[in-house]
Structure formats: C-alpha cells, structure tokens
C-alpha cells in the first residue's frame, strides 16, 4: 500500500495562494489515481479534485472549479493541489489519497495521508 505524506499547508490571507504537495512512496505511484479532500472544523470531509494517472482525466468539486488545479509528477511520485483565490470557507486540514479509479467517493480511496492545515484569514 503507498504511503501518502502532504505537505504545504499554513496560514494565508483571504485571495491568496497555496500549493500542497503529496509524496507518494511504497506503491505504484503510476498505477493510482490520486485524489484531494478536506475537512472543515465541524464539518464531514469532502472531495476537492482528483486526477488520473496520466492526467488526462481530472475532477473538480464545485466549490474550487476554477481556482484549484491538481497536477502530478509521476517521476517524483508527487501530486500537487495549486490553490489561488483562497477563501475563508477553504479553511480545513487537506488529505492526499490514492485510489484505483477516478471518484469522487471516499470509500473507493483506500490510502491516506495525515493531512495539512490550510487556514485562510479573511
């Protein structure tokens, strides 16, 4: 099973910009589709985009469309979240997550990494 570590996270200014990063090692990188979700204080977590092994495929939860973009590095087995016009609503800890299959759904992504937090001051 692949081994998921996230880095990138901190404290931001509403409009600004982060970028995670998630190493991957102990797997077939190559092979997983790899999946971004976050978790709000009080709140379940959710999806934010996820993304195929050759990153052709890629999905966007409504909420980030069009300030969020995913990319992977598979020759560094790194998967990236750039996120630009943050919000204070995007404040949560961000999970990387691997999965066979391109989804939406949690339950499909079987590792995890230990999260980051991402916290936006308005």
């Known amino acids: 099973q692949v081994q998921l570590v996230e880095s990138g996270g901190g404290l931001v200014q509403a409009g600004g910009s982060l970028r995670l990063s998630c190493a991957a090692s102990?797997?077939?990188?190559?092979?997983?589709?790899m999946g971004w979700f976050r978790q709000a204080p009080g709140k379940e977590r959710e999806f934010v985009a996820t993304?195929?092994?050759?990153?052709?495929?890629?999905d966007y939860a409504d909420s980030v469309k069009a300030r969020f973009t995913i990319s992977r590095d598979n020759a560094k087995e790194t998967v990236y979240l750039q996120m630009d016009s943050l919000k204070p609503d995007d404040t949560a800890v961000y999970y990387c997550?691997?999965?066979?299959?391109?989804?939406?759904?949690?339950?499909?992504?079987?590792?995890w990494g230990q999260g980051t937090q991402v916290t936006v001051s308005s």
């Open positions: 102990g797997g077939t990188f190559r092979r997983n589709v």
């Open positions: 997550a691997a999965s066979a299959v391109l989804s939406r759904h949690q339950v499909l992504y079987g590792s």
């Open positions: 993304i195929n092994w050759s990153g052709s495929s890629i």
